[in-house]
């Protein structure tokens, strides 16, 4: 039997070795297409969403299927699911600062849009199916889809952000991590079905809607990172049934839920107050 030998320029697999002109043309890859630090916290936040959806599924819909759920897991598990998005929303404050001290890559806006439609758009969205499977008095069809309203709520809302120029400093509708963590809050206050619905639903709104919602810098992040730390903290308390534990993470959601509820106030009391003041200065400048 005679053996042939394979082809000088090939391998054995048939495939042929990287030339030299192609090692040179991968090493002059602009740098503005390699991975960045901030591009590296933005993957994170991906990462956190993703796991999220795990311990949701594995530790509360499963057990729950199963009918080998038990109270503590179920609490531990949905506890860990939250503190993960909460973890991502921290990893997307830090890559849009890292990205504004140290360089960007051009797939920065696209890998933080990816990453918000994971970790604040369907990590939620799935919050709220599973909340709608396994709660006693909830309707998992309806639940679905008010899930969809806000999945759907973010898609838009990202898409618009990359469209849309504002001026500097704001937010035109509610944040995606704000929205998605005032979502699971509602969940976690555990209130009945029909008035959770509808207050997802209005924070659904809230994402498309046009109110101007200013930019966590300086002291406001500062303060936004205390209050997710603070929030972990209740978590883990209401995780490992803490004295008390139950009480303080109903005041932490509904502390959550006033707050999404009172920017909104704020921001449209002040929008009228500046219609009104540029009108008198119209009238002012009218009169002879």
């Known amino acids: ?7 000088p320029h090939t391998t054995a697999a048939g495939w042929a070795p990287e030339t030299e002109a192609e090692s040179d043309e991968m090493d002059d890859m602009p740098l503005s297409t ?4 901030a591009d590296t916290l933005t993957l994170g936040n991906a990462t956190c969403g993703f796991m999220a959806v795990y311990f949701t599924t594995t530790g ?7 009918g080998s759920e038990d109270g503590g897991m179920a609490r531990h598990s949905a506890a860990t699911a939250v503190i993960l998005m909460l973890l991502a929303s921290v990893f997307d404050l830090f890559d849009g600062l ?8 051009a797939m920065g806006a696209e890998l933080d849009n990816l990453s918000d439609l994971i970790s604040f758009g369907l990590a939620p969205a799935y919050f709220v199916v599973v909340w709608g499977m396994v709660a006693n008095d909830a309707h ?5 889809l008010a899930a969809i309203v806000v999945l759907l709520a973010v898609v838009l809302r990202l898409a618009r952000f990359s469209c849309v120029t504002l001026r500097d400093g704001i937010f035109q509708g509610m944040p995606s991590p704000f929205g998605a963590l005032t979502v699971v809050s509602i969940v976690l206050l555990e209130l009945p079905f029909i008035p959770t619905l509808l207050a997802i639903i209005g924070v659904a709104w809230l994402m498309v809607s046009r109110v101007e919602y200013p930019k966590p810098r300086g002291r406001l992040a500062v303060a936004m990172l ?3 730390v603070l929030s972990m903290g209740l978590l883990a308390a209401w995780a490992f049934d803490a004295p008390g534990g139950q009480l303080l993470l109903q ?6 839920v006033v707050l999404a509820a009172v920017i909104p106030l704020f921001a449209t009391a002040r929008r009228v107050n500046t219609f009104r003041g540029n009108r008198r200065e119209a009238r002012a400048a009218q009169l002879p």
């Open 98 to 105: 890292v990205a504004r001290k140290l360089r960007s890559s």
């Open 60 to 66: 509360v819909l499963i057990p729950h299927l199963t």
């Open 140 to 144: 998992q069809r309806v639940s679905v």
């Open 34 to 37: 390699r991975l960045s630090i």
């Open 226 to 228: 205390g209050w997710i």
């Open 251 to 256: 005041t932490g959601c509904a502390l959550q």
């Open 1 to 7: 039997m005679t053996v042939i030998d394979p082809e």
